[in-house]
C-alpha cells in the first residue's frame, strides 16, 4: 500500500512538474507577444487564418474524392509560420514567389476561399492561373503574387530579378526617368519560398550568392517539414539543416524559429522584415514546421513514418497545439474556439458550393496568352523600310552591336548582362584610355556599356540558368531583358527557365504576367577548332516550344532588321546567331539606320528561280546561293529562300515559290533526324501536297557531333556539295 502511495504520488509530481512546464511555456510566448504589440485580436486572427487554411485543403480533399478537383497538395503543418508572415509582410507592396505549401500565406495576404477553390476545379473563377494551373499554384496579379510554376528551384533566381528589378526602377526614378507606371517601393521586400527539400538544386545557391554578391532585399523562407516527399532533410542537407549550412555565409542574415508556433514565427519574422527594409540585404527565414499529410494525394507517408513519429508531429501541428495554447493561456475560451472553427468551417463549404457552380473557360481560349495577344511580332507595325547610310561593308556582328546600342540609348528599360557582356566590371576602368575593354568573346557588345546608363549593361556569374532566370523576374517588373548565353553549347543549364518559365509565364497567369525579353545566343559551327562543344546547332530544341520565337538571320542587315523588332515586340524571343556568319564579306551592309524593322515570319527571296525552291537559314543560305549558281551553269533555275525566322515561319512564302518550281529542298545545319525540316516538309505535305511534282528532300548535318579535325568536321556538316547533289536529284526527279 505505502509503494502503490508512492508511485501515485510521483506520477502526480510529475504531472504538476509537466503542468508547471507548460505554464511557464505559455507565459513566454504571452510576453513574446506583449514585446511584439500583438493584442487578442491579433493572436485570433491568426488562429482564423490557420484554419481557413487547414479547411481549404480538407475540402480540396473531398472535392477530389467528389471528382470536382482533380489534384491535391497540402500546405496542412505550414500554417503558423505562414500566417505570421502574411501578417508581417505587405501584399501589394512587397513581391511574393509562393511555393506549393504556401496556402495560409496567400489566404493572410488577402486571396479568398472562393479563389483557391475555383483554381481546385479549374474554373474561370482562378485568380491564379484562370484554368491553366493546377491547386496550390499560387498567383494573384494584384496582390503582387507573382503565378508560380511547378518547378522545385527555379523560384529562386526569379526572386533575384525581381529585386535588381525594383532597385533598378529607383535609379530611374531617381534620374528623372518616367517609369510609365511601373512601379517599386523604397523598402520592398521580394518574399520567396521553398520547402527544406529544394535547397539542394542548384539555383538555390546561385540565387543565394548573387543575393548576398548585390545585396539584394530577398527573404528566403525555407519550410522545413523534415521530408522532401520520403527524403528526410539529414539524408541531402549538410548537418541535417540549412540555417547550419549557411550560418557563416557572407552577406546573407540567418534566423531560424517553431513555424508551428505563430508567436514565435511572427517574432522572428518582424525582425528579418525590418532588418531587410534597413539594411536592404538578404535574409534567410529557416522555420521547423510538420507534414500531417502525406506529401499529396499520390503520396502515402505511412508507408516510411512511424506511427509514432507522426503522433509526436500531431501534438506540435499548429491546427492543434495554438489553440490549445490560446485556450490554455486564458486568451480565448474553449466555446470561443469551437465557434471559430465552426464559422470557418461554414465559409468554407460556402466557398466549396459557389466554386464548383462556376463555369469552366470557354474552350475558344484554351490557347489565349500563349504568345502576347496585344503586339503581334509579325504585325505590319514591324515593316518599316531601311534608311541606309555609309559604306555597304558594316558585318553582321558590326550590325548587332549598332543595333544594340541604339536601342540601349533610346529605351533606358532594357538592361543587358550575360558572361563578359560589359566592357568591365570594374566600373573605375571605364575611363581608363588604356583599356579597350571586353565587350563579349565576339565582340557583339562591345561599347553597349559606354552608351548606356549606370547598370544598364554588366557582366552575370559563369551560369547560364542565373541569366535566364534573373531576367525573367526583371521583365515581370516591366524592364526589357536583352541578355546572352555566351555559347550555344552551353545553353542546357538554362533550359528549364527557358522552357518551363520563360516560354510559360504569360500563358500560366492568364495574360496576368509576361516576360518579354530577348536571348541571344551564338550557334553552330564551320569554325576550324569549334569541335563537340563549339558547334552545335539546335534551333529545333527551341521552335518546338509553344510561347518562344525564334530568329536566325543570315546576314548584317536581316540581324538590325530583325534583333530592333525582338527587342521591341512584347514576346520571349531566342535570337540565334551563327557565328561563322559575325564578320563574313559576303553579307555585309550599309546602317539601315535607326528604325528599320523586319516582321517575324516574313522571308525573304534571297534568289529567284522557277526549277526548284531551296528554303533554308543560317550558314546554309549562302552555301544554298553558291549551289544554285553550279546548277544555273547546267540549266536549271533555283529559287533560295531564307527563312529569317523559324517561329512563325514564313508558310505563304513557300507555297507562292511551289506555285512556280513545284520542287522542294528544305537545308539546314541542324542534324536531319528530327531537325526542322521535318516540321516544314509536314507542314506542306498538309497543306500544299498537290503542289509537288517530286519528294520534299531535306540537306542537313549528319546525325552525329562534331568533330575538331577539320576533315571530319566538313564531312559531318552539309556543305555546298550536298546542296547540289540533293538539287540535282531533285530537277531530275
Request: proline share 4%; aromatic share 8%.
Amino acid at each position: 500500500m505505502l509503494e502503490e502511495n508512492v508511485s501515485e504520488s510521483k506520477k502526480t509530481s510529475k504531472k504538476a512538474m509537466a503542468k508547471k512546464d507548460v505554464n511557464v511555456v505559455y507565459e513566454n510566448k504571452l510576453k513574446i507577444a506583449k514585446k511584439y504589440g500583438l493584442k487578442k485580436e491579433d493572436l485570433v486572427a491568426m488562429l482564423r487564418n490557420v484554419y481557413v487554411s487547414r479547411k481549404l485543403d480538407d475540402t480540396e480533399i473531398q472535392m477530389r474524392k467528389q471528382s470536382k478537383a482533380f489534384f491535391q497538395i497540402s500546405g496542412a503543418g505550414h500554417e503558423g509560420i505562414l500566417s505570421a508572415a502574411a501578417k508581417v509582410l505587405k501584399p501589394k507592396y512587397d513581391w511574393f514567389i509562393c511555393y506549393y505549401r504556401d496556402r495560409a500565406l496567400c489566404t493572410g495576404l488577402g486571396v479568398t476561399p472562393y479563389e483557391m477553390l475555383c483554381q481546385a476545379n479549374g474554373n474561370e473563377g482562378d485568380t491564379a492561373s484562370h484554368g491553366r494551373q493546377m491547386p496550390a499554384h499560387w498567383g494573384n496579379v494584384k496582390l503582387n503574387i507573382v503565378n508560380k510554376s511547378s518547378c522545385t528551384g527555379t523560384q529562386f533566381l526569379q526572386a533575384v530579378g525581381l529585386a535588381e528589378g525594383g532597385r533598378y526602377l529607383k535609379q530611374l526614378k531617381e534620374e528623372g526617368i518616367d517609369l510609365e507606371g511601373r512601379t517599386f517601393e523604397d523598402d520592398e521586400i521580394i518574399y520567396v519560398s521553398t520547402g527544406d527539400g529544394t535547397t539542394s538544386q542548384g539555383e538555390f545557391w546561385e540565387s543565394i550568392t548573387t543575393a548576398c554578391v548585390n545585396n539584394l532585399p530577398v527573404l528566403y523562407m525555407v519550410e522545413d517539414n523534415g521530408y522532401a516527399i520520403s527524403v528526410p532533410t539529414e539524408v541531402q542537407t549538410p548537418g541535417g539543416s540549412i540555417s547550419k549550412a549557411l550560418a557563416n555565409f557572407p552577406g546573407l542574415k540567418v534566423y531560424k524559429c517553431d513555424g508551428n508556433c505563430p508567436i514565435e514565427s511572427y517574432a522572428t519574422m518582424t525582425e528579418a522584415a525590418k532588418y531587410i527594409r534597413s539594411n536592404r540585404g538578404p535574409v534567410l527565414v529557416h522555420a521547423t514546421v510538420t507534414r500531417p499529410y502525406s506529401h499529396s494525394l499520390s503520396d502515402d507517408q505511412t508507408m516510411y513514418r512511424t506511427k509514432k513519429e507522426l503522433e509526436d508531429e500531431k501534438k506540435i501541428d499548429v491546427f492543434n497545439s495554438y489553440p490549445e495554447f490560446l485556450v490554455g493561456s486564458g486568451v480565448m475560451k474553449q466555446a470561443e474556439v469551437d465557434a471559430l472553427l465552426a464559422e470557418v468551417s461554414a465559409e468554407v463549404r460556402e466557398a466549396m458550393q459557389k466554386a464548383i457552380n462556376t463555369p469552366w473557360p470557354d474552350v475558344s481560349t484554351s490557347t489565349n496568352h500563349v504568345y502576347s495577344m496585344d503586339v503581334d511580332i509579325a504585325g505590319a507595325q514591324f515593316d518599316t523600310d531601311p534608311n541606309f547610310s555609309g559604306k555597304d561593308d558594316v558585318p553582321m556582328a558590326g550590325s548587332i552591336n549598332k543595333t544594340l546600342k541604339d536601342e540601349i540609348k533610346k529605351n533606358p528599360f532594357i538592361r543587358m548582362f550575360g558572361e563578359d557582356v560589359a566592357d568591365f566590371s570594374q566600373l573605375e576602368k571605364l575611363d581608363n584610355p588604356d583599356l579597350k575593354g571586353k565587350g563579349g568573346v565576339f565582340k557583339i557588345s562591345s561599347g553597349c556599356q559606354r552608351v548606356g546608363k549606370d547598370n544598364q549593361v554588366f557582366n552575370s556569374p559563369l551560369a547560364e540558368a542565373n541569366i535566364i532566370g534573373r531576367s525573367i523576374g526583371m521583365a515581370i517588373r516591366g524592364l526589357k531583358p536583352v541578355v546572352e548565353i555566351q555559347f550555344f553549347d552551353y545553353i542546357w543549364t538554362a533550359y528549364m527557365q527557358l522552357k518551363n518559365e520563360m516560354a510559360t509565364t504569360r500563358y500560366r497567369s492568364g495574360g496576368d504576367y509576361k516576360n518579354p525579353m530577348v536571348v541571344r545566343v551564338p550557334i553552330g559551327g564551320y569554325l576550324r577548332g569549334g569541335a563537340i562543344y563549339h558547334s552545335q546547332c539546335g534551333e529545333s530544341l527551341f521552335t518546338h516550344i509553344p510561347g518562344i520565337r525564334v530568329a536566325f538571320p543570315s546576314n548584317a542587315l536581316d540581324a538590325a532588321g530583325l534583333l530592333r523588332t525582338a527587342i521591341r515586340s512584347d514576346d520571349p524571343v531566342m535570337f540565334l546567331e551563327h557565328k561563322h556568319l559575325y564578320y563574313q564579306g559576303y553579307n555585309r551592309t550599309a546602317d539601315p539606320g535607326e528604325e528599320y524593322m523586319i516582321p517575324f515570319g516574313k522571308a525573304r527571296i534571297a534568289r529567284e528561280g522557277s526549277d526548284a525552291t531551296v528554303f533554308c537559314w543560317g550558314a546554309l543560305v549562302q552555301k544554298s546561293i553558291e549551289a544554285a549558281k553550279i546548277l544555273e551553269k547546267e540549266g536549271y533555275s533555283i529559287e533560295v529562300i531564307d527563312a529569317r525566322t523559324l517561329a512563325p515561319f514564313d508558310m505563304e512564302a513557300i507555297k507562292t515559290s511551289l506555285k512556280k518550281t513545284n520542287r522542294l529542298l528544305i537545308a539546314h545545319e541542324e542534324t536531319k533526324t528530327s531537325g526542322f525540316a521535318g516540321e516544314i516538309a509536314a507542314c506542306v505535305n498538309e497543306e500544299c501536297f498537290e503542289a509537288l511534282d517530286a519528294p520534299i528532300l531535306r540537306v542537313a548535318a549528319k546525325d552525329s557531333h562534331v568533330a575538331y579535325c577539320p576533315a571530319l568536321e566538313d564531312d559531318i556538316l552539309p556543305q555546298v556539295d550536298d546542296v547540289v547533289v540533293a538539287l540535282r536529284k531533285l530537277v531530275q526527279y
